[in-house]
């Protein structure tokens, strides 16, 4: 079955940077792309971009464009997010999530908290 | 940018029909997908396509879309349907193409 599980709760200062990892199984992985999509405290879910784990092409949302970073590791199926610069409004649960050339995202991760906090 | 505009809230009786509508210029000209999130809980892709369920979604969930609205019916509603519902669409029209959420539905089951 298809899963994407993702690293842990991070806990960050204003400023510092966050990587979370995604780690997909039970599908060949280059053969999707992944999205990552966040949610901040209750507020509705937020699309951040996408990237093609078959080539690595990445698409990112404007209001992220020089912050924000994604890439994959085919060898172990893992996609990864860095956000960079991070403010108390990035504070969110950030999810990973398979993306369809339909444009739909059909398998989620369990979501990473990330908290920023001085 | 696209704006995908839903209502805040939908309340609904057991056994009746809940109707969740997502506005944007257009829409029916888009692919419209809709999940369902439960609190503390990650989104679940309940219809897409417009109207397709995926496997293991009950034939209550049901979706159509056209002109400007889309809307997902939800039949027989019980209370495990209790859940936020959200949107999306993916929007070419701009210089930035990606996936756009719409505001979200709170659905309350009474």
């Known amino acids: 079955q298809v899963q994407l599980v993702q690293s842990g709760a991070e806990v960050k200062k204003p400023g510092a940077s966050v990587k979370v990892s995604c780690k997909a199984s039970?599908?060949?992985?280059?053969?999707?792309?992944i999205s990552w999509v966040r949610q901040a405290p209750g507020q509705g879910l937020e699309w951040m971009g996408w990237?093609?784990?078959?080539?690595?092409?990445?698409n990112y949302a404007q209001k992220l464009q020089g912050r924000v970073t994604m890439t994959t590791d085919t060898s172990t199926s893992t996609a990864y997010m860095e956000l960079r610069s991070l403010r108390s409004d990035d504070t969110a649960v950030y999810y990973c999530?398979?993306?369809?050339?339909?444009?739909?995202?059909?398998?989620w991760g369990q979501g990473t908290l990330v908290t920023v906090s001085s | 940018s696209y704006v995908l505009t839903q209502p805040p809230s939908v309340s609904v009786a057991p056994g009746q029909t809940a109707r969740i509508t997502c506005g944007g210029n257009?829409?029916?000209?888009?692919?419209v997908h809709w999940y369902q999130q439960k609190p503390g809980q990650a989104p679940v892709l309940v219809v897409y396509?417009?109207?397709d369920r995926p496997s293991g979604i009950p034939e209550r969930f049901s979706g159509s879309n056209s002109g400007n609205t889309a809307t997902l019916t939800i039949s027989r509603v019980e209370a495990g349907d209790e859940a936020d519902y959200y949107c999306?669409?993916?929007?070419?029209?701009?210089?930035?193409?990606?996936?756009?959420f719409g505001t979200g539905t709170k659905v309350t089951v009474l």
């Open positions: 999530a398979r993306g369809t050339g339909g444009g739909r995202a059909d398998y």
């Open positions: 039970g599908y060949t992985f280059t053969s999707y792309g």
């Open positions: 990237i093609s784990a078959y080539n690595g092409n990445t």
């Open positions: 257009n829409i029916g000209s888009k692919s």
């Open positions: 396509d417009d109207s």
């Open positions: 999306q669409v993916w929007d070419s029209s701009s210089d930035h193409p990606g996936y756009v």
